[in-house]
């Protein structure tokens, strides 16, 4: 299957700064990317989804200035987490998409504010 | 919305066994569905798909069946093996433009198979 790179897959970082998750499609061009918040013993939370070129359209409830997301070329996109905080906390996947296809994931990248 | 989902429903088989994991989708416009095995600390892995005009759809070891009236997916295992436990979930989505679009995932089932 298609292979979909998350890094860093593990970040821990202090109160008030910023992180950034780059989610890179390695074998396939991405038309669509995904990103996703899971909290543990519970399922995908869509955040926001993305496409090259043009502004990620986001889920309600989720704050575009806080999770800025990049979506560059047809193989990469980032999610960067702003002015972070304990309650951000959480794992992060996200999915690449080419057209007519199958959502393929990233292997999650755990963040923890302290 | 956000899924509660605390006490994810369990089912524990012993190895060989045949497995049955089952889902209820929620939109009965959804024309397409997939199923997907987590790892505990990894991303979702895609393992069988299915679209709206078909009932069943079989892979390697894997069968996927879809009843539309009742909005019910289930996964079904062959010979489950220890390899096997993870946390299985279902996701729906609705085909439309050039991509089929965001996924919505049920809840899932934590898949435990003992020696």
């Known amino acids: 299957g298609a292979v979909v790179s998350q890094h860093p897959s593990w970040v821990i970082c202090k109160s008030g700064t910023s992180v950034k998750i780059e989610c890179r499609s390695l074998d396939f061009q991405a038309t669509t990317m995904f990103w996703y918040r899971q909290f543990p013993k519970q399922s995908l939370m869509l955040m926001a989804t993305s496409n090259e070129g043009s502004k990620a359209t986001y889920e309600q409830g989720v704050e575009k200035d806080k999770f800025l997301i990049n979506h560059a070329s047809l193989t990469l996109s980032t999610l960067t987490v702003t002015s972070a905080h304990p309650e951000d906390s959480s794992f992060y996947i996200c999915?690449?998409?080419?057209?007519?296809?199958?959502?393929?994931f990233g292997a999650g990248t755990r963040l923890s504010v302290l | 919305g956000e899924s509660v989902g605390l006490h994810l429903p369990t089912l524990s088989v012993q190895e060989g066994d045949n497995s049955i994991i089952n889902c209820a989708y929620s939109n009965s416009a959804s024309d397409y569905f997939i199923w997907y095995k987590q790892e505990s600390g990894k991303g979702p892995q895609f393992i069988i798909d299915i679209r709206s005009n078909m009932d069943k759809r079989q892979g390697q070891r894997v069968t996927v069946l879809l009843n539309k009236t009742v909005k019910h997916l289930s996964l079904q295992i062959a010979a489950t093996q220890p390899g096997d436990s993870a946390v299985y979930f279902c996701?729906?989505?609705?085909?439309?433009?050039?991509?089929?679009?965001?996924?919505?995932f049920g809840q899932g089932t934590i898949l435990t198979v003992h020696p």
């Open positions: 999915s690449a998409q080419a057209v007519k296809n199958i959502q393929y």
């Open positions: 996701a729906e989505a609705s085909a439309g433009g050039t991509s089929y679009g965001k996924l919505t």
